[in-house]
């Protein structure tokens, strides 16, 4: 056998419409997600199946309890049968059995990730965790990532100096920089290598860390009108700590704001500002590392006997310890130490609290490199720091009435961390962004890389692949913690979405996605306008605000920015994605079911008592999708609203209805879709 020959495991659309459906939203599990409650399990069986059983099996306490359930409605399209789900653990994973004699298959297991015959591992099973404490604010927000050095530079930063002798000369090569070109008045430091606002940001090297643009805290309180119509209402700031370099993961201390950012003042004026609004504010702590300047490092190798001695780990005090992937200006924390745990993560004390409170009162923290935190050689306290900090931000939110959010940044498998009392959710790289960059990818041209370090390319894969790997992954995490993840098409550390997929055209495609599946959509700045770059680095691109003639920065943006044209469509199509997630229920707080995969098209429905929307995205022209309404099950279609080559219609009446897909290339569609009424209770 060849490689060519070996079979496709994805479901066809056929088998994916004759699949049993249940998932975690309110249509399909409902009742309070409490401790101790007893929630009502949905599943619906399409036709052809007709099991003359149905075995509800959960797991409590570890050992397997069934229940039989009953069938409560008959259908034209299929039945419903319905069960209990206790929610007595932590985590509460169950599935069904279905039998069906004189089938071909007449024993099944349905799991959340599809039909088996044999028996299988609970790993994949449905999962549901009670709610208590969780925050219920993100399910239903649009985050927006800014690198604050590269958003806007605030009015009293930015405006030209009277006298030209006050203008700044540039550091770097590219000669000398005019009062009307300066992105600040503020005297960089020694490390810093100013460069204009519009510059292009360096694709490599030492010298991405070391440039300078002068953004401010203040310039991002003074563009949250942007940031709001754009229909997001949390802002994720990257660090704000002094650093050696405006990225500031290797800060230097914990418990200020860097002045070039406007200071403590500056952070205190920018969360008043998002408060006001109704809107949240994340900030980054790297509870893996800190830079080899912090107080805490420099404590360290001073004094072998120091407090903060313990706080890494030496193999050879002072020159050998560990480090975030060998870098030397990164040293390693390590979890081990209790005096570590109370200054960072641990308590009311801690730099965790510290900025959740007044005058700060941060909403939460994305916490970088949390794969790593903890983790050392035969030493794993990964677990331990999550449940600190996420301890710590209970004791602040009893103490302040506000929820607080804790989010993982993670670009591989998270799903071992995502479970029991720690991160809320992760940045969910491996569930959205690498298949949807897999299937979205340029085939012309440079090919991206996900990361510097990373030895391939991404790959070009046909769509029914792509939803067969992120379906198995998405089996894996629990639906509380997907619902609380960061959704993201790219971030400051990956090159942008619109250099991966290499048009405009799939720029949109993939923004349908980003806001049509259960997550928290979180767009990076300048995204929004079709912005582009190879690198993480690159990607660090300034907004290109219209500039006044008294060197302030407008609410506008100009037709080009430091990447070339500004996309107004794809600005346009973001605020349009956003604002009818904003109306749409199922869009924020529904279940998923996969109801297409093809190489070139993808379609799926979000599942909410509400109302269900269908979402059909194409990459390329693909073959008519014919769905009948029965299958679904939907009463009828309502608002259908197409971009780009891809459209939908309903032929026929009655159980005898069909909703049409068509794609002549690249494009999406989302079509609105009444529920038939469920049985009773």
Known sequence: MTTKDLPVTSPTTAELLTEPHHDTGPAHLVGERREGAELTARLWVPAPRAPERVVLRQVVDGEPAVTDMERVSIEPGGSWWEGPVRLVNQVNRYRFLLLESGADRPWLWYQRDGLAAHDVPDAT?????????????????????????????????????EAPEEAFTRADADGPRTAEEAAS????????????????????????????????LDGVAEHLSWIQDLGADTVYLTPVFPADSTHRYDASSFE?????????EALARLAAALHERGMHLVLDLTTNHTGATHDWFRAAVTDPDSTEARFYSFEHHPDVYATWLGVPSLPKLDHSSPELRDRLVRGEGSVTARWLLPPYEADGWRTDVANMTGRHGMTDLAHQAAADMRATMAQVERRTGRETWLVAEHFHDASADLTGPGWHGAMNYMGLTRPLWAWLS??????????????????????????AGARRYAG?????????????????????VRSVVGSHELQMVAATALFTVPGVPTVFSGDELGATGTTGEHSRTTIPWVTGADGVQGDEVADHGAWGEVDREVLAHYRGLARRRRETPALRRGGLRWVHAGADLLVWQRTHPDGDVIVAVARDAAAQVTVPLVALPAEAVGRVESFGAVGAVVEGEGTDATLVVSADGPGSVLIDLARTTPPTL
Do not use: K
Request: zero cysteines.
């Open 125 to 161: 099973d449905f999962q549901i965790s009670p709610e208590d404490g969780l925050p219920q604010w993100v399910p239903d927000a649009v985050a927006y990532q800014v690198f604050p050095d590269r958003y806007a530079v605030g009015a009293a930063s930015a405006r030209v100096p």
């Open 185 to 216: 008045t503020r005297t960089p430091p020694s490390w810093a290598e100013p460069r204009p606002w519009l510059a292009e940001p360096p694709v490599h090297g030492r010298v991405t860390g070391r440039v300078w643009y002068g953004g401010d």
């Open 256 to 264: 200020r704001v860097d002045e070039l950012l406007g200071g403590d």
């Open 442 to 467: 340029a085939t012309e041209g440079e090919a991206a890389h996900l990361f510097d370090r990373w030895p391939t390319p991404v790959p070009h894969l046909p769509g029914d692949e792509v939803v």
């Open 476 to 496: 894996t995490i629990p639906p509380t913690a997907l619902q609380r993840s960061m959704n993201l098409l790219g971030s400051h550390d990956t090159p942008r």
